[in-house]
């Protein structure tokens, strides 16, 4: 989705909070971020990795360079599922004109667009960075992160595939939240109306990671998550998963983690909740 705001759509910025460093996501296969109601604005730029994010029943790619800028009220959700870390910055504002906070403004939102050069945004980053430590008075951070939002909407965009296939964003989300519900690969395919080959070709493409993998990669997820949480014992997570050889679940999560789940268990549960 391009959208492009009119010099008068609004001519400055009321700053929420002032912008903090660029959020690096810690855990690399756990990462999930979900918002909504915000009564404010929210400018959200990926500066490092890849992910995808989900707004207004649409699901879009996070890769380097990729922006939103979100409005009061949406409902937001975002994951990693791979590779290098995914680092944000985002600034919370309320847009205004002449001196008057808007609740509505024309083009905005702006969802899934991509930046033509990384590089330029990361120094205009760097920059409201340099001035939100220094301390410096907030009208200067405010016309700063304007200048930026405006660049933003302004300047030549990469061209993208815009929003991940509906299918796709159906398979990732039933990968996610109910990855042992999935009976086979050939069968989700089939299900979203898809031949096996293009339901490959066109996840890889999109996601940037091949539908197995993905779906391992989710279960694991969960896997270590409900050894972190609960009490079952390591094969009721295995069959909870759906996998129906526990020797199997358990190299796929020493491959995964370098350690045995049982292994893992130890060192992160207390010997007394064991």
């Known amino acids: 989705m391009t959208s492009k705001l009119s010099s008068r759509a609004f001519d400055g910025l009321e700053l929420v909070d002032r912008p903090w460093f660029p959020y690096l996501c810690t855990e690399v296969e756990h990462w999930q971020w979900e918002t909504k109601g915000d ?4 400018l959200w730029i990926a500066v490092a990795g890849r992910g995808y994010l989900a707004c207004d029943g649409r699901t879009y790619p996070i890769e380097p360079g990729s922006f939103f800028i979100f409005s ?21 504002f309320h847009p205004t004109r002449a001196g008057e906070r808007l609740h509505d403004v024309d083009g905005l939102p702006s969802l899934g667009e991509t930046a033509h050069s990384v590089d330029v945004l990361r120094k205009q980053v760097d920059r409201i960075m340099r001035i939100a430590l220094r301390r410096e008075d907030d009208q200067t951070l405010a016309d700063t992160l304007y ?33 042992a519900s999935v009976e086979s690969i050939d069968h989700l395919a089939g299900s979203l109306g898809l031949s096996r080959s293009h339901f490959d070709r066109t996840f890889a493409a999109q996601v940037g ?10 279960k694991m997820i969960h896997a270590r998550r409900l050894i972190e949480g609960t009490q079952l014992r390591i094969g009721e997570i295995a069959q909870s998963l759906g996998y129906k050889d526990i020797y199997f679940f358990s190299r796929q999560f020493k491959a995964h983690y370098s350690t045995a789940p049982s292994q ?5 549960v207390p010997r007394s909740l064991i």
């Open 147 to 179: 200048r930026l939002i405006q660049n933003c909407l302004g300047q030549p965009l990469r061209s993208s595939a815009g929003s991940i296939d509906p299918r796709i964003a159906r398979a990732i989300q039933i990968f996610r939240d109910a990855p």
């Open 209 to 218: 990671q091949a539908p197995n993998q993905f779906l391992i990669n989710c």
């Open 264 to 268: 893992y268990r130890n060192t992160v």
């Open 39 to 42: 009564p404010h604005f929210n």
């Open 72 to 92: 009061p009220k949406q409902e937001i959700s975002a994951a990693h599922y791979s590779g290098q870390r995914i680092t944000r910055f985002s600034a919370h």
